[in-house]
């Protein structure tokens, strides 16, 4: 089973420092935030399952990618409030701790859901400078390449691909994407369009494969 649970009206009690295994409670926090005509804060938290990789490899699985994707996508679309008036997502390293989640394809996982499902993105990074560097350069590159989902989906596929055949590769999975395109444009003067709708079209079932990978605003932030 997967899960997608959204809960309204939450209350912080409590201030921390670090993350992770540096996760550390830092005294009472007299919550500020506004409240709505119910009383309830306007606050919302999603908590959405993450499957536990003990190989890195398996991950990049179709079967398992499209299960990470439809529970991202559940959880950030909304069918009673308009995109124009519902808050960004403030997101990060979403089951990438002791669950052994890849940063890279996990960030790649939430962009496209929040595409699809229209939702402005906080992503938070906690102190990982390169990971804020290297979404910042995919998602540029994805915008003005103007890909649609089904296309990041088949470049994903690629990149399993190229995990099989070269098991030790240092490349991510956005490396790899921006190397291809790259390797592309160098060989044909102008990058090449990914030929992966049709097969997309069979492997998502929640997501149009044509949507666009716009997200309307987009902000990085390396906080801990």
Not at 108 to 116: D, G, N
Not at 134 to 156: N, P, R, T
Not at 203 to 221: G, H
Request: hydrophobic residues 35%; negative net charge; contains cysteine.
């Amino acid at each position: 089973m997967m899960y997608s649970v959204s809960s309204a009206g939450v209350e912080r009690y409590s201030n921390y420092t670090g993350y992770s295994d540096t996760f550390r409670w830092a005294g009472n926090h007299n919550d500020k935030t506004q409240r709505d005509s119910w009383g309830r804060h306007l606050t919302e938290v999603l908590a959405i399952d993450a499957v536990r990789f003990q190989r890195s490899f398996n991950q990049f699985r179709p079967g398992l990618i499209q299960r990470e994707l439809n529970k991202a996508y559940c959880g950030f679309l909304s069918e009673t409030t308009s995109p124009a008036h519902l808050p960004a997502v403030a997101t990060g390293n979403w089951g990438c701790g002791a669950f052994g989640g890849d940063l890279h394809l996990k960030g790649l996982i939430q962009l496209m859901a929040a595409a699809h499902s229209k939702r402005d993105v906080l992503y938070i990074t906690f102190g990982n400078q390169k990971l804020c560097n290297d979404l910042a350069h995919i998602h540029q590159f994805l915008q003005d390449s103007e890909l649609a989902v089904g296309d990041l989906w088949g470049l994903i596929l690629q990149y399993r691909t190229h995990l099989m055949q070269n098991p030790r590769t240092s490349l991510t999975v956005c490396d790899f994407i921006l190397q291809l395109f790259d390797t592309d444009s160098q060989e044909q003067n102008t990058p090449s369009s990914p030929t992966s709708r049709e097969a997309s079209n069979e492997q998502l079932n929640r997501i149009d494969s044509l949507q666009t990978l716009e997200i309307p605003k987009f902000s990085l932030d390396t906080s801990n």
